[in-house]
């Protein structure tokens, strides 16, 4: 699904960052930033822009050679793995950030690729969450039919409580305009956490 998605020549999540991980992208540590689930470069081009150590990590090879090429138009390198999560195996301690944006996963996927953010992160390192939530379904404006894709607060808290420090878990309501198919008000769960 995802190949055949990125195969247009568009850029179908657009070029710009993600809202909530541009407006908070300082609070993670300078140094080297996986991202999961990438797609099309967007968010890792942005944090390579802001001089950080990008590898970005997606299941579709065309999306990545997308974020490749988006890379070159800024100018900037970015490393690219292919990988379907479920399998990738994040190094231990390696991590000054993770960040996590649109990623669908079930809830036990989503939680074994959480203990494995926790312990790839190094001390000081943040993860940074953003998923939309089971509410979104009567916005349809994004994030697909199902809700066992979505991601809820109370999941997050079970994952990262006690494991990292929260330091804001929140559910609301915006505009979400990211390409033809995230455009619209939205129901999301936004996430910052440490490892202190």
């Known amino acids: 699904m995802w190949d055949e998605r990125y195969s247009e020549a568009e850029y179908v999540y657009g070029k710009k960052p993600n809202d909530f991980l541009a407006e908070?992208?300082?609070r993670i540590p300078q140094g080297k930033v996986l991202s999961l689930a990438e797609g099309e470069g967007r968010n890792a081009v942005f944090l390579a822009l802001q001089n950080y150590d990008v590898t970005a990590v997606d299941a579709s090879q065309v999306g990545l050679d997308k974020a490749?090429?988006?890379?070159?138009?800024?100018?900037?390198?970015i490393n690219t793995i292919q990988a379907n999560l479920d399998d990738f195996e994040i190094e231990e301690?390696?991590?000054d950030g993770i960040i996590s944006i649109f990623c669908p996963m079930t809830e036990s996927q989503r939680h074994v690729l959480h203990q494995?953010?926790?312990?790839?992160?190094?001390?000081?390192g943040v993860f940074l969450l953003e998923a939309y939530t089971p509410e979104q379904l009567?916005?349809?404006?994004?994030g697909g039919q199902s809700t066992e894709l979505m991601t809820t607060k109370e999941s997050l808290e079970r994952d990262f409580s006690g494991q990292l420090k929260v330091l804001k878990l929140h559910r609301i309501e915006?505009?979400?305009v990211e390409g033809k198919y995230h455009t619209g008000m939205?129901?999301?769960v936004q996430l910052i956490a440490v490892k202190a």
């Open 24 to 26: 908070n992208y300082e």
């Open 186 to 188: 939205a129901s999301v």
């Open 138 to 142: 009567q916005f349809a404006t994004g």
């Open 68 to 77: 490749q090429k988006l890379a070159a138009e800024n100018q900037v390198k």
């Open 93 to 95: 301690n390696a991590w």
């Open 174 to 176: 915006r505009r979400v």
């Open 116 to 124: 494995k953010v926790i312990k790839g992160l190094k001390k000081d």
